[in-house]
Structures are given as C-alpha cells and as structure tokens.
C-alpha cells in the first residue's frame, strides 16, 4: 500500500460525490456519483482510493458497493471496513 503520486491527486479531484452521505452504522461516508466504476491514474496506472474514515491513502481501495438502485460507490481501507462492523472481514 502505498501513498498517492501527484498525478493521482489530480485525477482524484475530478472525482463528483453525492450530495447526501451514506449513513452505515452510525458513519457518515462520501458516495462516489458513478457506480461500479474504478478510478485509476493514466500517467501511473495505479488505481485510485483514499479512506474517508481514517484518510489513509492506498492504491487498491476495497470497494463497498451501493445497491439497491442507488447510484455510487463507496472506497474505504481494509481496517475502516472491518471496523464498520458488516459482519464480514478483510485482510489488507
């Protein structure tokens, strides 16, 4: 896991959130307005994440999946996503 170059930053910043915040087990957590779309850096390759809980940045975000018809995406690091208690575990 490794940090961000400055040419991922800039890629990250043209990066539109919902409005409105998924609430899940009392964390307010930024949704990503495009579904199932990974976002990577053309000048370095790496793909794209920065945990909105504990700001750690990272170059293969788990990604927690919005369904049920709603539009987004969530990214969060391993430890964020083991903390939010979903019943389910991952190493990284």
Do not use: H
């Not at 919005?66 to 991952?90: H, P």
Request: glycine share 12%; with cysteine; aromatic share 8%.
């Amino acid at each position: 896991m490794g940090k961000l170059n400055d040419c991922c930053r800039e890629v990250l910043s043209w990066i539109e959130y919902r409005d409105k915040p998924e609430v899940i087990n009392g964390v307010e957590l930024k949704v990503i307005m495009k579904s199932g779309q990974l976002y990577y850096c053309a000048m370095c390759g790496k793909v794209l994440g920065t945990c909105p809980i504990c700001g750690r940045e990272y170059d293969f975000p788990i990604i927690l999946f919005m369904d049920e018809g709603r539009n987004g995406m969530i990214t969060l690091c391993s430890k964020c996503f083991n903390k939010l208690g979903l019943g389910l575990k991952l190493e990284g």
